[in-house]
Nanobody, 120 residues
Framework: QVQLVESGGGSVQSGGSLRLSCARF????????MGWFRQAPGKEREEVVT???????SYADSVKGRFTISQDKAKNTLYLQMNSLKPEDTAMYYC??????????????WGQGTQVSVSS
C-alpha cells in the first residue's frame, strides 16, 4: 500500500525558510510522478511544484525562484526547500504521487499534509 508522510512544516516570519520532507513507503516502481501541492483556507488545492518520471520539473509562477524540489531516491524521500517565504504561502502543504508521467491535483495518493504559516 502506498503511503506518504510529510514533515517539516512550521511557523516562520516573512522572508524565512523551511524545508519540507515527504517519505514514500509501499512501492518500489520506477514509473511515478511526485509533487507538492497546497491548500489555503477557503481556496482550492493548487499545484506548487511537480517532478515528472523523466525528472522534469514544473513550478507555479508564484514560487519560481524561491522554492526548489528535489528527491533522494535511495531514501525514497521528496523535499521542498522554501526560501523567501511570504504570508501568501501560508497553507497546508501536501505531497502526492501517482503511477503516471505527471502529477496533478487528481493524483491518486496523498500524504496527510503539513502546515506552513508565514507571518508578516
Amino acid at each position: 500500500q502506498v503511503q506518504l508522510v510529510e514533515s517539516g512544516g512550521g511557523s516562520v516570519q516573512s522572508g524565512g525558510s523551511l524545508r519540507l520532507s515527504c517519505a514514500r513507503f509501499g512501492y518500489s516502481y520506477s514509473y511515478y510522478c511526485m509533487g507538492w501541492f497546497r491548500q489555503a483556507p477557503g481556496k482550492e488545492r493548487e499545484e506548487v511544484v511537480t517532478i515528472d518520471i523523466d525528472g522534469g520539473t514544473s513550478y507555479a509562477d508564484s514560487v519560481k525562484g524561491r522554492f526548489t524540489i528535489s528527491q533522494d531516491k535511495a531514501k525514497n524521500t521528496l523535499y521542498l526547500q522554501m526560501n523567501s517565504l511570504k504570508p501568501e504561502d501560508t497553507a497546508m502543504y501536501y505531497c502526492a504521487t501517482d503511477f503516471q508521467r505527471h502529477c496533478t491535483v487528481r493524483a491518486r495518493y496523498w500524504g496527510q499534509g503539513t502546515q506552513v504559516s508565514v507571518s508578516s
